[in-house]
């Protein structure tokens, strides 16, 4: 069975404190591997896909980079309005459409 | 252009009842997704259309649940004599269709509460 275990659970920064967040999955046959934020009361807003080991991509502060077992998303110089639960999910390709989640990290940026 | 749209936001019904959700998609996509999210965790598969057809309906949790797509574009999502354990955020996305364009979009979801 697919998993996707993300750590950790939330993470309180100072703003302008650099930190990462991992994802890590065990699935068969990755396809793809996403990420999203969500703010409260919200739908999760899609950030970054990542198809194969060693791909990285960046966005404004956010960088998100991809091994066979992990992924990671980098802050840089968080702002207070990063502040969000961020959710990576994992796609296979024998089911090339189902996003199966981890449980989030909620990240808390202090001014 | 507008994203992916629910109605209603919120839901409050009691145990027994019957409720219906609905799901507008970004036009032009294909693909359509149902989600539930219990607080604290991800969004959980429930089904997914590919045009009017249910394409895979495995993630639905038992046969109270059911969803339709009749013209291919607008969902409903079906939920008979709701129990307490149905209560959560059903989430609705949608994307230009599977494989390579299927970077999914999700709307700001239904919170369903069962007295």
């Known amino acids: 069975e697919d998993q996707v275990t993300q750590s950790p659970e939330a993470l309180r920064l100072q703003e302008g404190e650099s930190s990462s967040l991992n994802c890590s999955y065990t699935v068969s046959g990755l396809r793809g591997l996403f990420w999203y934020r969500q703010d409260p009361g919200k739908g999760p807003e899609f950030l970054f896909t990542l198809y194969s080991a060693g791909e990285e991509k960046e966005k404004e502060r956010l960088k998100a980079t991809l091994t066979k077992k992990e992924s990671f998303l980098h802050i840089t110089a968080p702002k207070p309005e990063d502040s969000a639960t961020y959710l990576c999910a994992v796609q296979v390709r024998s089911n090339d459409y189902k996003l199966s989640f981890g449980a989030g990290t909620t990240v808390t940026v202090r001014a | 252009g507008a994203g992916v749209s629910q109605t209603p936001s919120n839901k409050v019904t009691e145990k027994g009842k019957y409720v219906e959700l609905r799901c507008d998609p970004i036009s032009g996509h294909t693909a359509l997704y149902w989600y539930r999210q219990s607080l604290g965790q991800g969004p959980e598969f429930l089904i997914y259309?590919?045009?009017?057809?249910?394409?895979?309906d495995s993630g639905l949790p038992n046969d109270r649940f059911f969803a339709v797509r009749p013209e291919g574009s607008v969902s409903t999502l079906k939920i008979q004599r709701t129990e307490r354990g149905d209560s959560a955020v059903y989430l609705c996305a949608s994307s230009l269709g599977a494989g390579e364009y299927n970077e999914q979009f999700f709307g700001p979801g239904t919170r369903l509460t069962v007295l």
């Open positions: 259309f590919q045009g009017t057809g249910a394409a895979d």
